[in-house]
Nanobody, 124 residues
Framework: QVQLVESGGGSVQPGGSLRLSCGASGHTYSSNCMGWFRQAPGKEREGVAAISTRGFSTYYADSVKGRFTISRDSAKNTVDLHMNSLKPEDTAMYYC??????????????????WGKGTQVTVS
């Protein structure tokens, strides 16, 4: 069982930066890939970024490449999403997720994930 809690959301102007953090607890944390998803009003939930168990592999959605950076700290059981050059279209509820297997396994249909409750990011 993995429990995830997000923090760091808020309101920022276009072009600004924000850092989201996700704290994870549970004995399976070190064996899980972790990532961030987001959902804006009227849109499907989409994958934003993900990182492998030991942090050796990462994935970024095309819409955030070059602007967002995902990282994890196994000692602190945290995963962060550093968001730069924020745009109004980045406005969404951001959710932390964890799953077994590879980074890309988390984006396959019907994949099993642990979810946080989300943190709101507003760019305006």
């Amino acid at each position: 069982q993995v429990q995830l809690v997000e923090s760091g959301g808020g309101s920022v102007q276009p072009g600004g930066s924000l850092r989201l953090s996700c704290g994870a607890s549970g004995h399976t944390y070190s064996s899980n890939c972790m990532g961030w998803f987001r959902q804006a009003p009227g849109k499907e939930r989409e994958g934003v970024a993900a990182i492998s168990t030991r942090g050796f592999s990462t994935y970024y959605a095309d819409s955030v490449k070059g602007r967002f950076t995902i990282s994890r700290d196994s000692a602190k059981n945290t995963v962060d999403l550093h968001m730069n050059s924020l745009k109004p279209e980045d406005t969404a509820m951001y959710y932390c997720a964890a799953w077994p297997g590879t980074v890309m396994a988390g984006f396959s249909p019907g994949s099993s994930k642990f979810w946080g409750k989300g943190t709101q990011v507003t760019v305006s």
